[in-house]
């Protein structure tokens, strides 16, 4: 058994405990230790699960699954609760996280490029340019973490000219571009496009707290 806490919200710190199966066969909630219910199986986490809490609002839980993996919603009268996988705040960190890798690994993989002669590294479309890119990379994504919508924007449109610029040099030079990089390359683009919505709506949030 594996459990995620959660707090409900700023103003309600009752702790949330799920304790869910391996695989996901079945989840049970509790709150500040008490329990509040029990899906019993997949198919009811993927249907979807809803559990009132003892202040009247409900909780629903519902699996989520793609080729990024499981992911668990968990909705409060329809809002996520902070900190779980489909709440605003974790999907922008997830995309700066994402910025974040794609320039440490160009950096990486940028500077083996200088000391060695890896065919895979041509096949990924790595050469010492990537060095220079990653540290943009990184930048950026430090941006975002400020919540910068423009940052984001950025970042995915030079991944995209990075990814289609690789694949021309790749079959420029004969070679035929990795079915593994290909879909790395198309993995990473996912929680950068999702993070946009995410980062729209929280600015939009911040700017009506504001």
């Known amino acids: 058994m594996a459990v995620l806490t959660y707090t409900l919200d700023p103003e309600n710190p009752k702790r ?29 986490l993927t249907q979807g699960q ?12 519902r699996l989520v699954q793609s080729l990024m993996g499981s992911e668990l919603r968990i909705l409060r009268n329809g809002q996520p609760i902070p900190g779980s996988a489909s709440h605003p705040e974790t999907t922008v ?3 700066y996280w994402t910025l974040f890798l794609i320039g440490a690994l160009g950096i990486l993989f ?45 970042g995915i449109v030079l991944y995209a000219l990075d990814t289609v610029l690789g694949l021309v040099l790749v079959a420029q030079s004969g070679g035929t571009p990795g079915i593994f990089n290909i879909l790395f390359r198309g993995l990473i683009f996912m ?9 729209r709506t929280l600015n939009k949030s911040e700017r009506t707290l504001g």
Do not use: N
């Open 16 to 44: 949330l405990d799920i304790s869910y199966k391996m695989f996901w066969r079945g989840a049970t909630v509790y709150l500040d230790g008490k329990e509040i219910g029990t899906a019993p199986g997949k198919r009811e």
């Open 50 to 61: 809803e559990f009132k809490l003892p202040d009247g609002s409900v909780l629903k839980l």
């Open 93 to 95: 960190k997830t995309s």
């Open 110 to 154: 940028g500077g083996l490029s200088l000391r060695l002669d890896v065919d895979m590294l041509g096949e990924m479309g790595i050469t010492t340019y990537s060095i220079g890119l990653g540290v943009v990379f990184i930048i950026l994504g430090f941006m975002v973490r400020r919540h910068s919508l423009p940052a984001l924007y950025a």
């Open 191 to 199: 929680p950068l496009v999702q993070g946009v919505g995410a980062l």
